[in-house]
């Protein structure tokens, strides 16, 4: 499945945004979905991720309680909501996806399929 990664921005501390990613295909309901970042000079991290029908999902720590993740099947599209951004959110955001109906995956090994990155950037 090929992904397309939007919605990123500047932002000030505090700040929201939503990211979003589409998906090309018809088998979309199918894949469980991740969300990572990657900051200059670190490694690609896991941040939030959705089973492939919505009625799970994951967060690491450091976001849980701020950003929200879903999905609309119907159009392909996995959301990412972001509220009360910090500094330390900022960074290049991609989304995965691997063909699954047995749960979530947090593990950048563990998804096949990746989007072109968006950048958030949250000013101080």
């Known amino acids: 499945v090929q992904l397309q990664a939007s919605g990123g921005g500047l932002v000030q501390s505090e700040g929201s945004l939503t990211l979003f990613c589409v998906a090309s295909?018809?088998?979309?309901?199918?894949?469980?979905v991740g969300w990572f970042r990657q900051a200059p000079g670190k490694e690609r991290e896991f941040v939030a991720a959705i089973s492939w029908g919505g009625g799970f999902t994951q967060y690491a720590d450091s976001v849980k309680g701020r950003f929200t993740i879903s999905r609309d099947n119907a159009r392909n599209t996995v959301s990412l909501q972001m509220n009360s951004l910090k500094p330390e959110d900022t960074a290049n955001y991609y989304c995965?996806?691997?063909?699954?109906?047995?749960?979530?995956?947090?593990?950048?090994?563990?998804?096949?399929?990746w989007g072109q990155g968006t950048l958030v950037t949250v000013s101080s």
């Open positions: 295909g018809r088998t979309f309901s199918s894949y469980a």
């Open positions: 995965a996806a691997e063909r699954s109906k047995s749960g979530v995956f947090r593990l950048v090994s563990e998804y096949h399929d």
